[in-house]
């Protein structure tokens, strides 16, 4: 990011979403939520190439569509209070959950790693927190696209082997988590979303490390410390006991009040997930053997990164819990 004045967007991208944690109304939300997609927009332009310029379009469309839609459902509904419904739907097509996805995808293939990350995890950050400042009536309605997201999200990835298909179907499926985890104390969804994006932005510090496309070429490096590190930090992602992504699913399972095919789906989702990322990691996993374990080393930036993936939700747990 070296023009300047994509520090001013960035700026915009942040404050807005504050914005939206902060307002009291639904007219600011609407332009909290319009700033930030107008502050992403120009940073999806790192290289300033032809593909870039359609993504954002296929980007621009459903977050105009869900932006219209929900500032449409909010002034009509002092008429209609069944229109109150659109809300929360229009924020799950900006959350690109399932089954309002098929922008998702697309938008992802076409990123570079920086604005794809970002799209992973602060563009989140908006969006479900309009919905968790809904009435609890209206958040019990997306229970079942919070048990189709994670289904999907689990099915989607089986059949892929580039690592940012993989990334987005597993972006759906914790989707349907932190869907999930409005139907429970605040708490859970903060701490669900901040060991989401520990744990992907340590991902990310490994990734641009390397090109990689295929999970052949990532855990082809030389140092095995990295790949191992990698590893462990997938299989958190997937929810492997007992690593931090467990616990966070255990702890949603724990305080939702979503119906029992819900939490069935949920963990269904979650098992399927778990089962392309175990194949992802197995071969790097086994060729530890070959390394001598006990003699790797871990620079400064990469256990500092691994600490705060694994061990921050933990001590956030104990804050607002005990």
């Given at each position: 990011m070296k023009s300047p004045h994509k520090f001013l967007f960035l700026f915009l991208m942040v404050t807005s979403t504050w914005m939206v944690l902060s307002s009291s109304n639904w007219l600011t939300t609407w332009m909290g939520l319009e700033i930030n997609m107008l502050g992403f927009i120009p940073l999806m332009y790192l290289k300033e190439t032809t593909n870039e310029s359609e993504t954002a379009a296929k980007y621009l469309v459903p977050q105009a569509l869900g932006s219209t839609i929900f500032i449409a459902s909010a002034t009509t509904a002092l008429y209609l209070n069944n229109l109150q419904t659109l809300m929360p739907i229009a924020m799950c097509l900006k959350l690109g959950a399932a089954p309002f996805h098929f922008w998702f995808p697309p938008v992802m293939a076409g990123l570079p790693l920086l604005p794809a990350f970002l799209l992973l995890t602060w563009q989140k950050i908006a969006p479900i927190f309009a919905i968790s400042s809904l009435n609890s009536a209206l958040s019990a309605k997306i229970l079942p696209v919070a048990a189709i997201s994670a289904l999907w999200g689990g099915v989607g990835g089986l059949n892929q082997t580039d690592i940012r298909s993989l990334l987005t179907y597993s972006s759906i499926a914790h989707t349907g988590w932190m869907l999930a985890s409005l139907n429970g104390p605040t708490q859970t969804l903060v701490i669900y979303i901040t060991a989401y994006i520990a744990i992907t932005i340590s991902i990310y510090s490994c990734l641009t490390t390397q090109y990689a496309k295929s999970h052949k070429q990532l855990f082809s490096i030389k140092e095995p410390q990295s790949s191992f590190l990698l590893a462990i930090m997938i299989l958190s992602l997937g929810g492997l006991p007992p690593l931090?992504?467990?616990?966070?699913?255990?702890?949603?399972?724990?305080?939702?009040?979503?119906?029992?095919?819900?939490?069935?789906?949920?963990?269904?989702?979650?098992?399927?997930?778990?089962?392309?990322?175990?194949?992802?990691?197995?071969?790097?996993?086994?060729?530890?053997?070959?390394?001598?374990?006990?003699?790797?080393?871990?620079?400064?930036?990469?256990?500092?990164?691994?600490?705060?993936?694994?061990?921050?939700?933990?001590?956030?747990?104990?804050i607002f819990f005990w």
């Amino acid at each position: 990011m070296k023009s300047p004045h994509k520090f001013l967007f960035l700026f915009l991208m942040v404050t807005s979403t504050w914005m939206v944690l902060s307002s009291s109304n639904w007219l600011t939300t609407w332009m909290g939520l319009e700033i930030n997609m107008l502050g992403f927009i120009p940073l999806m332009y790192l290289k300033e190439t032809t593909n870039e310029s359609e993504t954002a379009a296929k980007y621009l469309v459903p977050q105009a569509l869900g932006s219209t839609i929900f500032i449409a459902s909010a002034t009509t509904a002092l008429y209609l209070n069944n229109l109150q419904t659109l809300m929360p739907i229009a924020m799950c097509l900006k959350l690109g959950a399932a089954p309002f996805h098929f922008w998702f995808p697309p938008v992802m293939a076409g990123l570079p790693l920086l604005p794809a990350f970002l799209l992973l995890t602060w563009q989140k950050i908006a969006p479900i927190f309009a919905i968790s400042s809904l009435n609890s009536a209206l958040s019990a309605k997306i229970l079942p696209v919070a048990a189709i997201s994670a289904l999907w999200g689990g099915v989607g990835g089986l059949n892929q082997t580039d690592i940012r298909s993989l990334l987005t179907y597993s972006s759906i499926a914790h989707t349907g988590w932190m869907l999930a985890s409005l139907n429970g104390p605040t708490q859970t969804l903060v701490i669900y979303i901040t060991a989401y994006i520990a744990i992907t932005i340590s991902i990310y510090s490994c990734l641009t490390t390397q090109y990689a496309k295929s999970h052949k070429q990532l855990f082809s490096i030389k140092e095995p410390q990295s790949s191992f590190l990698l590893a462990i930090m997938i299989l958190s992602l997937g929810g492997l006991p007992p690593l931090t992504g467990f616990i966070m699913k255990l702890l949603v399972l724990n305080f939702t009040e979503a119906g029992m095919i819900i939490i069935l789906s949920l963990i269904l989702g979650a098992m399927t997930s778990l089962f392309y990322y175990l194949s992802l990691t197995f071969s790097p996993l086994l060729m530890l053997n070959k390394n001598h374990f006990p003699k790797l080393k871990m620079t400064t930036k990469t256990a500092t990164l691994f600490l705060l993936s694994q061990i921050l939700p933990l001590s956030l747990i104990m804050i607002f819990f005990w």
